[in-house]
């Protein structure tokens, strides 16, 4: 039983780390990186320091799923770019300058 829970736990993480992605990367862009980074770290230290069995993999799924959310977001930001999801108005001029950037490297 605990498989299918700690399994279910993870598809339930990965869940909610997709819409933290989308919205770290509209309001922060790549800044989000350092937020995913700290917590990373965070979670890691939790995982080592917990002594139960369960927790302690809850607390590592959770770093890793915010260690992939590193490149998530930078994907995140190809995919603003391609017209995929909505770019953030405020940052217009960021998106504008890595089109401009993207268009020279071609």
């Given at each position: 039983?605990e498989?299918?829970?700690?399994?279910?736990?993870?598809?339930?993480?990965?869940?909610?780390f997709?819409?933290?992605?989308?919205?770290?990367?509209?309001?922060l862009?790549?800044?989000?990186?350092?937020?995913?980074?700290?917590?990373?770290?965070?979670?890691?230290?939790?995982?080592?320091?917990?002594?139960?069995?369960?927790?302690?993999?809850?607390?590592?799924?959770?770093?890793?799923?915010?260690?992939?959310?590193?490149?998530?977001?930078?994907?995140?930001?190809?995919?603003?770019?391609?017209?995929?999801?909505?770019?953030?108005?405020?940052?217009?001029?960021?998106?504008?300058?890595?089109?401009?950037?993207?268009?020279?490297?071609?």
């Open positions: 039983m498989g299918i829970i700690i399994g279910l736990v993870t598809f339930f993480l990965i869940g909610i997709h819409p933290l992605v989308i919205k770290g990367e509209y309001y862009g790549r800044k989000a990186n350092k937020y995913f980074i700290i917590f990373g770290i965070i979670f890691v230290a939790l995982s080592l320091y917990i002594k139960s069995l369960i927790p302690s993999i809850f607390a590592g799924v959770i770093a890793c799923c915010c260690f992939w959310s590193i490149g998530e977001v930078i994907e995140q930001e190809e995919r603003v770019l391609k017209g995929w999801f909505k770019e953030n108005p405020k940052r217009k001029e960021y998106y504008d300058k890595l089109r401009k950037n993207k268009n020279l490297d071609r």
